[in-house]
């Protein structure tokens, strides 16, 4: 999904150039009074049409899951637009094409073998140097389930007062009915953070917090809004209803 980027599309970009297994298939969701714009970038094939415009991240995201569950896609894979590249230590190039085909090669298997795992996570580029030379498929158990991810799609769900830090709720709730997530240990993710007009740029992501910490105060009633001195400078504090992380 993205908004407000049609000229600016980094995923995209080698995204397209990707030869995927036949059970893969990308889209990119923009709102109706976006689509003059994005179909000038977007292949007409990829490209879906949200119902509505301005009605926030968890509106689009409801439709997407919709949209998978009418085309019987059992997982969904949620790739940020400013996704620079995956960095895979299996693939000896810096080539993005051929990096992403190689992790899609094996991305689904833990779903396949684990009923419970509902959420695979990447690291970023940066955290995954420290991994790197374990070579385990999974590194890491019960992590937050951070910006580019994939999920079970009768996992995925979000309420429109979640109009930000959807990721953390994701998978408060993928902990809160006994099930996990991983890490994956093969490859990390390099995104554009904080730096490309749109997205969430395009809304007063403070008092989206703040908002958002209030509203789910009604099922976990210990987490709060905070300042904090990395990131954006806030933050909502869930650590209490966190289990604990296993690093393998």
Request: hydrophobic share 30%; proline share 3%.
């Given at each position: 999904?993205?908004?407000?980027r049609p000229y600016k599309q980094k995923t995209v970009e080698w995204l397209s150039k990707?030869?995927?297994?036949?059970?893969?298939?990308?889209?990119?969701?923009?709102?109706?009074?976006?689509?003059?714009?994005?179909?000038?970038?977007?292949?007409?094939?990829?490209?879906?049409?949200?119902?509505?415009?301005?009605?926030?991240?968890?509106?689009?995201?409801?439709?997407?899951?919709?949209?998978?569950?009418?085309?019987?896609?059992?997982?969904?894979?949620?790739?940020?637009?400013?996704?620079?590249?995956?960095?895979?230590?299996?693939?000896?190039?810096?080539?993005?094409?051929?990096?992403?085909?190689?992790?899609?090669?094996?991305?689904?298997?833990?779903?396949?073998?684990?009923?419970?795992?509902?959420?695979?996570?990447?690291?970023?580029?940066?955290?995954?140097?420290?991994?790197?030379?374990?070579e385990l498929e999974f590194c890491a158990k019960n992590q937050n389930g951070w910006g580019c991810y994939l999920i079970?799609?009768?996992?995925?769900?979000?309420?429109?007062?979640?109009?930000?830090?959807?990721?953390?709720?994701?998978?408060?709730?993928?902990?809160?009915?006994?099930?996990?997530?991983?890490?994956?240990?093969?490859?990390?993710?390099?995104?554009?953070?904080?730096?490309?007009?749109?997205?969430?740029?395009?809304?007063?992501?403070?008092?989206?917090?703040?908002?958002?910490?209030?509203?789910?105060?009604?099922?976990?009633?210990?987490?709060?809004?905070?300042?904090?001195?990395?990131?954006?400078?806030?933050?909502?504090?869930?650590?209490?209803?966190?289990?604990?992380?296993?690093?393998?």
């Open positions: 999904m993205s908004k407000g990707c030869t995927l297994p036949a059970n893969f298939k990308w889209k990119l969701f923009c709102e109706p009074q976006e689509k003059i714009y994005y179909s000038q970038t977007i292949p007409s094939s990829n490209l879906e049409i949200l119902s509505a415009n301005d009605k926030g991240y968890a509106f689009g995201a409801m439709e997407i899951r919709d949209y998978a569950n009418q085309n019987k896609h059992d997982v969904i894979w949620q790739l940020d637009d400013d996704v620079n590249a995956f960095i895979d230590i299996r693939v000896k190039t810096k080539f993005k094409v051929e990096v992403f085909e190689e992790i899609c090669k094996n991305i689904l298997n833990g779903f396949e073998k684990e009923p419970e795992l509902d959420l695979i996570r990447f690291m970023s580029s940066r955290s995954f140097y420290f991994v790197k030379n374990k079970r799609t009768k996992a995925f769900h979000m309420e429109q007062q979640w109009m930000s830090h959807t990721d953390t709720l994701q998978h408060m709730d993928i902990w809160d009915k006994g099930h996990y997530t991983k890490t994956y240990g093969l490859a990390g993710i390099n995104v554009e953070v904080y730096s490309n007009d749109g997205g969430y740029q395009c809304r007063d992501r403070k008092q989206d917090t703040k908002d958002t910490a209030e509203y789910i105060k009604k099922k976990y009633p210990l987490s709060k809004y905070v300042e904090v001195d990395n990131g954006l400078g806030y933050d909502i504090d869930t650590k209490m209803y966190r289990p604990k992380t296993i690093m393998y």
